[in-house]
C-alpha cells in the first residue's frame, strides 16, 4: 500500500527567509503524481504545486519548488521569501491512476514577522 | 470556471441522527471524491464516484454511503451518527480520465456531532 510521510509536524520560519518542508512516501508504481496542498486556517484546501512521477525536472510555481528524488522517494517543499499569508498547513499527497489521493499527516507552517 | 462547492457548511447533529451532505463538481469533471478530516487522523479518503458508479471505496463502514447523480453533484449521507463522526467533510472533483489527475477541492461541509 502507499504511503506518504511528513515527518516534521510543526515548523516556524522567518518572514522573508526561506523554508524546506519534507516529504517521503512509498509506492511500487511508476506512474503518479505527487501534490503539495496548502490548508490555509479555516479556509480552503488548495494546490501549491504537482510533479509528474515521469517528468525528471522539478516543478516551479513562483515562490514554490519542489526537490523530487524519484529513486530515494523524497518530494520536499521549498518555499521562498516567506509571506505571513503563506501560513497554513501544508499536505504532501500521492495519487496513481485509481484516482484515490493518499495525504500526509500535514506540517503546520508558521511564519514569523 | 466556477469552483467546487458544498452544502451545507456547517451542520449540528445528535447523535443517532443522519445526515446528508451535497457536493458540485467543477463544470466537465465527472468524477467525485469524498474525504473526512480530523485532527488525530488527517485526511482520510471515503469513496469516489463516476458517472454515477462507485469507483473506489476507503475504510469506512457501512453507515458512510453516497451517490452521484447525472449531472455529476454527489451526496454523501452518514446513518446513525456517532460523536466520532465529527469532522470536516470534503468533497474534491477531477475529470476522472484514470491518469494521475490533479483534484480540486471544496470547502468542506463542518460536521458536530453532539
Known amino acids: 500500500a502507499q504511503t506518504v510521510t511528513q515527518s516534521q509536524p510543526e515548523m516556524s520560519v522567518q518572514e522573508a527567509e526561506t523554508v524546506t518542508l519534507s516529504c517521503t512516501y512509498d509506492t511500487s508504481e511508476s506512474d503518479y503524481y505527487l501534490f503539495w496542498y496548502k490548508q490555509p486556517p479555516s479556509r480552503q484546501m488548495i494546490l501549491v504545486i504537482r510533479?509528474?512521477?515521469?517528468?525528471?525536472q522539478n516543478a516551479t510555481e513562483n515562490r514554490f519548488s519542489v526537490n523530487f528524488q524519484k529513486a530515494a522517494k523524497s518530494f520536499s517543499l521549498k518555499i521562498s521569501d516567506s509571506q505571513l499569508g503563506d501560513a497554513a498547513m501544508y499536505f504532501c499527497a500521492y495519487s496513481n491512476r485509481d484516482d484515490k489521493i493518499i495525504f500526509g499527516k500535514g506540517t503546520r507552517l508558521h511564519i514569523l514577522p | 470556471k466556477a469552483g467546487v462547492t458544498q452544502t451545507p457548511r456547517y451542520l449540528i447533529k445528535t447523535r443517532g441522527q443522519q445526515v446528508t451532505l451535497s457536493c458540485s463538481p467543477i463544470?466537465?469533471?465527472?468524477?467525485v471524491s469524498w474525504y473526512q478530516q480530523t485532527p488525530g487522523q488527517g485526511l482520510q479518503f471515503l469513496f469516489e464516484?463516476?458517472?454515477?458508479?462507485?469507483?473506489n471505496k476507503g475504510n469506512f463502514p457501512g453507515r458512510f454511503s453516497g451517490r452521484q447523480f447525472s449531472n455529476s453533484r454527489s451526496e454523501m449521507n452518514v446513518s446513525t451518527l456517532e460523536l466520532g463522526d465529527s469532522a470536516l467533510y470534503l468533497c474534491?472533483?477531477?475529470?476522472?480520465?484514470?491518469?494521475?489527475?490533479?483534484?480540486?477541492f471544496g470547502p468542506g461541509t463542518r460536521l458536530l456531532v453532539l
Open positions: 464516484y463516476f458517472s454515477e458508479t462507485q469507483r
Open positions: 463544470s466537465g469533471h465527472r468524477s
Open positions: 510533479q509528474e512521477a515521469y517528468k525528471q
Open positions: 474534491a472533483s477531477s475529470r476522472g480520465e484514470r491518469a494521475p489527475e490533479t483534484q480540486y
